[in-house]
Each structure stands twice: as C-alpha cells, then as structure tokens.
T-cell receptor, first 115, second 115 residues
C-alpha cells in the first residue's frame, strides 16, 4: 500500500525567507504525488502534481516540488514566504489499480509566517 | 464555476441521532468523492461515485454510513445512530470525466459535532 509521511507537523518561517515542507513517500510502483493547501474555512486546493513527467514540478503561487526516487521524497519549496502562505499543507499520493481514484493524505504541516 | 458546495456547513447533534449531509459538485463533473478529516489528521477517503454508481467504499464506511448519488448529480451522506467518534469534518470533492486521474476539487466541508 502507498503512504506519505510529512516530517514536520509545524513549520514557522519569517516573511521573505525560504519555505521547505518535507514529505517522504512509500509506494511499490511509480507514484502520482500531489501537494494540497488548506486555508481556514476554505476547501482544499491543489498546489501541484507529479505524474512521472519532469521531476521538478512547478505549481501555483511560486511553489515547486522535486521528486527524488532515490530518497523517496517529494519536498515542497518556495523561495520567499508571503503572509498569505500561512495555511496547512498536505502531501498526497494517489492509489493504484481499483483504488486509483483514492487520495491518501499525510497528516499535514501547518505553516506559520512571521511578519 | 461555482465550485463544490456542501450543506450544512456545521451540524451539532446528540449521540444516537441521524444526520444527513449534502454535496453539490461542479456541474460538469461526473465523479464525486467523500472524505473524513478528524482533528490533526489529513482527510481519509470514504467513498467514490462515477455518475450514480458507487464504485469504491473504504472500510472506514461502517454500516451506519450510507451515501447516495441519485441521477448522478448531488450526493448525500447519511450517518445513522451517530457516535462521538463520528465528530469530524466531512469533505466532498468532484472531478471531471476523461483521463484516469483528474484534479479533485474540494468543497468547504461540513463540520459535525456529536455531543
């Protein structure tokens, strides 16, 4: 079965400094991986997705993630944090076979941005 | 694009009562999903519909839970004889037809509190 582990439950950065949210995955096949963001009282929004094309994936709002098979990682980065980036971020893996429409979420990383 | 809508946004009920939630997907989306998110956790998959057919059900979906999607449009999720452990955010998502995976668009959720 596939799973994801988000290594930090809470990350705090100063506005204008880089963001790094870490995610490791476990999968017996080439996975499809995603990052979703959840702002308070709003629905989950897709930031970016990896589906075995380019290993460096660019998403919305300046975020990007790099798929590293050797490290089984899919870390999310942004060069410069903005106050509006404060939210909860989820690393997600898609199921396979009959479960290919299921998304399996990590426990989430809460990002705080300090002015 | 009006997005995925869910009603009610909040529901407080007493243990043992039945509750029903409604999800209206994006109009051209034929796939609909239900997830449950408890405090401090990522969303967990419950069930999936393609048009009116319920194609996947998680083992989390006990016999007290039932989901329907009559006519392949809106969906309802009913919980019978609610328990305190059912307290959670219930999320609905939808995706368009076509490729094996298309982005799932999430609604704002229904927060259930069982007293």
């Amino acid at each position: 079965a596939q799973s994801v582990t988000q290594l930090d439950s809470h990350v705090s950065v100063s506005e204008g400094t880089p963001v790094l949210l870490r995610c490791n995955y476990s999968s017996s096949y080439s996975p499809s991986l995603f990052w979703y963001v959840q702002h308070p009282n709003k629905g989950l929004q897709l930031l970016l997705k990896y589906t075995s094309a380019a290993t460096l994936v660019k998403g919305i709002n300046g975020f990007e993630a790099e798929f590293k098979k050797s490290e089984t990682s899919f870390h999310l980065t942004k060069p410069s944090a903005h106050m509006s980036d404060a939210a909860e971020y989820f690393c997600v893996v898609r199921g396979s076979g009959a479960g290919s429409y299921q998304l399996t979420f990590g426990k989430g990383t809460k990002l705080s941005v300090i002015p | 694009d009006t997005g995925v809508s869910q009603n009610p946004r909040h529901k407080i009920t007493k243990r043992g009562q039945n509750v029903t939630f409604r999800c209206d997907p994006i109009s051209e989306h034929n796939r609909l999903y239900w997830y449950r998110q408890t405090l401090g956790q990522g969303p967990e998959f419950l069930t999936y519909f393609q048009n009116e057919a319920q194609l996947e059900k998680s083992r989390l979906l006990s016999d007290r839970f039932s989901a329907e999607r009559p006519k392949g449009s809106f969906s309802t999720l009913e919980i019978q004889r609610t328990e305190q452990g059912d307290s959670a955010m219930y999320l609905c998502a939808s995706s368009r037809p076509g490729a094996s995976y298309n982005e799932q668009f999430f609604g704002p959720g229904t927060r259930l509190t069982v007293l």
